[in-house]
């Protein structure tokens, strides 16, 4: 099993930053593709950006050129550098994990999920 942790939510003003991280524990060697997702009032969770285990990413288009995606794999960690926020970028950022591990003798994929980070951006 794997287990992730967010950290690094708050209330921040517009053009401010901050930088959201995810540790992973558990069954960590299983680890592959990672992502943070957001969730605001009343709207469907979307993605925000991913980072696969090879290093490939990838962001949506409504964080291009602010947010950046990175990981420590020796830290089992998943970071999220948000600059220039603004109110629209106000919700719950989750951070997801997908794993691939033999259990029993069978390869087992499996998607896991933090408890999830506010982010508020606010005069």
């Known amino acids: 099993q794997v287990q992730l942790v967010e950290s690094g939510g708050g209330l921040v003003r517009p053009g401010g930053s901050l930088k959201l991280s995810c540790l992973a524990s558990g069954n960590t060697v299983s680890l592959r593709d990672m992502a943070w997702h957001r969730q605001a009032p009343g709207k469907e969770r979307e993605l925000v950006a991913k980072?696969?285990?090879?290093?490939?990413?990838n962001y949506a288009d409504f964080v291009k050129g602010r947010f950046t995606i990175s990981r420590d794999s020796a830290k089992n960690t998943l970071y999220l550098q948000m600059n220039n926020l603004k109110p629209e970028d106000t919700a719950v950022y989750y951070c997801?994990?997908?794993?691939?591990?033999?259990?029993?003798?069978?390869?087992?994929?499996?998607?896991?999920w933090g408890q999830g980070t506010q982010v508020t951006v606010s005069p």
């Open positions: 997801e994990a997908d794993s691939l591990g033999l259990r029993n003798d069978v390869w087992v994929a499996e998607r896991h």
């Open positions: 980072i696969t285990n090879s290093g490939l990413i």
